[in-house]
């Protein structure tokens, strides 16, 4: 437990800080950021047309309304815990991969639903705006990446506690 927690902090503290230098912001986050928009507005035009984005901003044509999706609304920080916890913890790397690229997705669709929601709450109570911006949603994204963490630890194989080679029972010694 120890070593789990050494390692989350270090990976945290690590990501964090590469998260916000300026070269990755520029060539990484906020690219990243425009295609949540883009994608955003892909699934907002199934349903409702007259929507644009334009990096990372979508806006309704026809209200001018307009939301941008700044640092801590992108799931990038849900993402770094999410990594920092799969990584951090002793298990098999296949695992810890496959466990990130499902959290990965998990953390984004929600993200998409809170960045559609949050455009459309926008248009019709901006109090209704900021409250589930800046209180429920943020939590859920957090919760998000927490539960998708638990469900991982879940599912992973039970590890092999004794060093044993697992095939099977090691027989007795004959006795003469």
Same mark, same amino acid.
């Given at each position: 437990?120890?070593?789990? @927690?050494?390692?989350?902090?270090?990976?945290?503290?690590?990501?964090? $800080?590469?998260?916000?230098?300026?070269?990755? !912001?520029?060539? %990484? %986050?906020?690219?990243? $950021?425009?295609?949540?928009?883009?994608? @955003?507005? +892909?699934?907002?035009?199934?349903?409702? @047309?007259?929507? $644009? @984005? #334009?990096?990372? %901003?979508? !806006?309704?044509?026809?209200?001018?309304?307009?939301? #941008?999706?700044?640092?801590?609304?992108?799931?990038?920080?849900?993402?770094?815990?999410?990594?920092?916890?799969?990584? /951090?913890?002793?298990?098999?790397?296949?695992?810890?991969?496959?466990? +990130?690229?499902?959290?990965?997705?998990?953390?984004? /669709?929600?993200?998409?639903?809170?960045?559609?929601?949050?455009?459309?709450?926008?248009?019709?109570?901006? $109090?209704?705006?900021?409250?589930?911006?800046?209180?429920?949603?943020?939590?859920?994204?957090?919760?998000? /990446?927490?539960?998708?963490?638990?469900?991982?630890?879940?599912?992973?194989?039970?590890?092999?506690?004794?060093?044993?080679?697992?095939?099977?029972?090691?027989?007795?010694?004959?006795?003469?």
């Amino acid at each position: 437990m120890l070593r789990f @927690s050494i390692l989350f902090i270090v990976l945290l503290l690590g990501l964090f $800080t590469v998260e916000v230098l300026q070269p990755v !912001q520029q060539h %990484v %986050v906020l690219p990243f $950021t425009a295609g949540i928009a883009n994608v @955003s507005v +892909f699934l907002i035009e199934l349903f409702d @047309s007259g929507v $644009t @984005s #334009s990096g990372k %901003v979508i !806006q309704d044509i026809s209200s001018g309304f307009a939301v #941008s999706i700044e640092p801590g609304c992108n799931g990038v920080e849900a993402l770094i815990i999410l990594f920092a916890a799969i990584f /951090a913890f002793p298990a098999p790397f296949k695992h810890k991969l496959v466990g +990130f690229t499902i959290g990965f997705f998990a953390i984004q /669709a929600l993200n998409l639903v809170r960045i559609i929601s949050l455009f459309y709450l926008g248009q019709w109570n901006m $109090t209704w705006f900021e409250w589930f911006h800046l209180y429920l949603w943020q939590a859920l994204i957090i919760l998000d /990446a927490l539960v998708v963490w638990l469900i991982w630890l879940r599912k992973l194989p039970p590890r092999d506690v004794d060093g044993g080679d697992d095939d099977g029972p090691t027989p007795e010694p004959a006795t003469p």
